[in-house]
Nanobody, 125 residues
Framework: QVDLVESGGGSVQAGGSLRLSCEVS????????LGWYRQVLGKEREGVAT???????GYATSLKGRFTISQDNAKNTLYLQMSSLKPEDTAMYYC???????????????????WGQGTQVTVSS
């Protein structure tokens, strides 16, 4: 069983920054994929960024350059640093885990077995 607990969401003005954290427990192999996804009510969940156990990263093309995914293996924590935030970045952000490596690709939501409860990010203009 893999457990994921997100934190760090909140309200910020456009142009501001936020860092999301996801505490990960239960991943015992170096072959895995961790990802950040977001969803606006009424729309499909979309990929933001992924990182493999080998540190290979993948990003949504439209977000690359503003968002940075990283992981601290010593702390078993996944991060998403978000900068130059825009109102359209407003969404519920989810952390996800798969026991299959994504090798730097942006996995479909269907590839993940485990999801966190989400953390809300609201960007005002």
């Amino acid at each position: 069983q893999v457990d994921l607990v997100e934190s760090g969401g909140g309200s910020v003005q456009a142009g501001g920054s936020l860092r999301l954290s996801c505490e990960v427990s239960g991943l015992t192999s170096e072959w895995y994929c961790l990802g950040w996804y977001r969803q606006v009510l009424g729309k499909e969940r979309e990929g933001v960024a992924t990182i493999s156990g080998q540190g290979e990263m993948g990003y949504a093309t439209s977000l690359k350059g503003r968002f940075t995914i990283s992981q601290d293996n010593a702390k078993n924590t996944l991060y998403l640093q978000m900068s130059s935030l825009k109102p359209e970045d407003t969404a519920m952000y989810y952390c996800a885990a798969s026991r299959v490596s994504c090798f730097g690709r942006l996995f479909s939501v269907h590839n993940y077995e485990y999801w966190g409860q989400g953390t809300q990010v609201t960007v005002s203009s």
